[in-house]
């Protein structure tokens, strides 16, 4: 079994930072990557960022140039670092881990970019 417990999310204005964790425990010697999508209101979840073992990174669109994914593998964590927020960037962010074939997902949290 593997757990994602996220942690970071909270109400920023627009043109501010947030950094979002992801902590992983559990079985995950198969990990082949991690990363972070989101949801917001009446859409689809959808991939924000990427980062598979090898080291290679994938970025939606949208978020290219303001967000940044890496890792701290001694802590089995994840991070995303979010600048230059925008208002549309509001909506619950999932932690993901692709392990063994498996998807696993964190509990969710919110980022709400409101003035």
């Known amino acids: 079994q593997v757990q994602l417990v996220e942690s970071g999310g909270g109400l920023v204005q627009p043109g501010g930072s947030l950094r979002l964790s992801c902590a992983a425990s559990g079985s995950i010697s198969s990990m082949y990557s991690m990363g972070w999508y989101r949801q917001a209101p009446g859409k689809q979840r959808e991939l924000v960022a990427l980062l598979i073992i090898d080291g290679r990174t994938n970025y939606a669109d949208s978020v290219k140039g303001r967000f940044t994914i890496s890792r701290d593998v001694a802590k089995n964590t994840v991070l995303l670092q979010m600048n230059s927020l925008k208002p549309e960037d509001t909506a619950v962010y999932y932690c993901?881990?692709?392990?063994?074939?498996?998807?696993?997902w964190g509990q969710g949290t919110q980022v709400t970019v409101s003035s």
């Open positions: 993901n881990m692709r392990n063994g074939g498996h998807d696993y």
